[in-house]
């Protein structure tokens, strides 16, 4: 089972605003929706910023494996409009079933122990596929827009930043089994830091592979 929910963070309130851009602070922030001692690794907490056009029009979309507690961002005056929570019992996702799909990642590769960005876009598709037959998926179609660098900061101190990609495409699953697992957990690195989160929904049968 798992939660998604829908915050529409309120950008006239400091805080809001602040965390919006510092996924540190934002995944602090929403890692409090969570009963004590259930750290965010446990919850299996994920999360996304969404910007929907206009500056004032954002999302961020948190998934969980328990169900969040948000009230006390109702105290905070942190929201716009009252949070909406899905539950997911099961995971559908028969071999061979085909969805549209959103992942924003952080999209590297290891090398001499270090992990490097992928910025070509040759580079980034081949990374996807990788990821694909790691969790039992087939990408059909994808689009790729960048997001470009995420700065983290700690305490008001640089922690350096993360080089985002939003995917957005069509996949066939191949695994179910490994394929349920990936839109629990995440896929890729970064996850505390608004990456990882696969989104899905339905998509056409005609779709043909890369």
Same mark, same amino acid.
């Given at each position: ?15 809001? =605003? %602040? ?8 995944? %602090?922030?929403?890692? =409090? ?14 999360? &996304? /910023?969404?910007?929907?056009? =206009? ?9 969980? =494996? ?30 061979? $079933? %085909?969805?549209?799909? %959103? ?7 290891? &090398? ?19 990821? $694909?037959?790691?969790? $039992?998926?087939?990408?059909?179609? /994808? ?26 495409? /069509? ?11 990936? /839109? ?27």
């Amino acid at each position: 089972m798992i939660y998604i929910s829908r915050l529409l963070p309120d950008i006239k309130n400091t805080q809001a =605003r %602040r965390e919006l851009a510092n996924p540190y602070e934002m995944h %602090r922030t929403l890692a =409090r929706a969570f009963p004590e001692g259930n750290e965010w690794a446990d919850a299996r907490l994920l999360f &996304r /910023v969404e910007q929907n056009g =206009r500056i004032d029009d954002v999302a961020v979309l948190a998934q969980s =494996r328990y169900l969040p507690d948000w009230s006390f961002l109702n105290n905070m005056n942190y929201l716009r409009k009252e949070v909406e929570i899905k539950r997911v019992e099961h995971i559908n996702a028969p071999v061979g $079933g %085909r969805f549209c799909f %959103r992942l924003r990642a952080n999209p590297t590769l290891c &090398r001499e122990c270090k992990r490097h960005a992928l910025r070509d876009e040759s580079d980034q598709i081949e990374w996807l596929k990788r990821k $694909g037959l790691q969790h $039992g998926f087939n990408v059909l179609r /994808v689009r790729i827009s960048l997001d470009g660098n995420e700065k983290l900061s700690r305490a008001g101190n640089s922690q350096g930043s993360l080089f985002g990609v939003r995917f957005d495409g /069509v996949l066939r699953v191949d695994n179910s089994e490994a394929f349920a697992l990936a /839109v629990e957990t995440g896929i890729g690195s970064a996850k505390a830091f608004g990456f990882g989160l696969l989104s899905l929904g339905r998509a056409p049968s005609t779709t043909t592979a890369l």
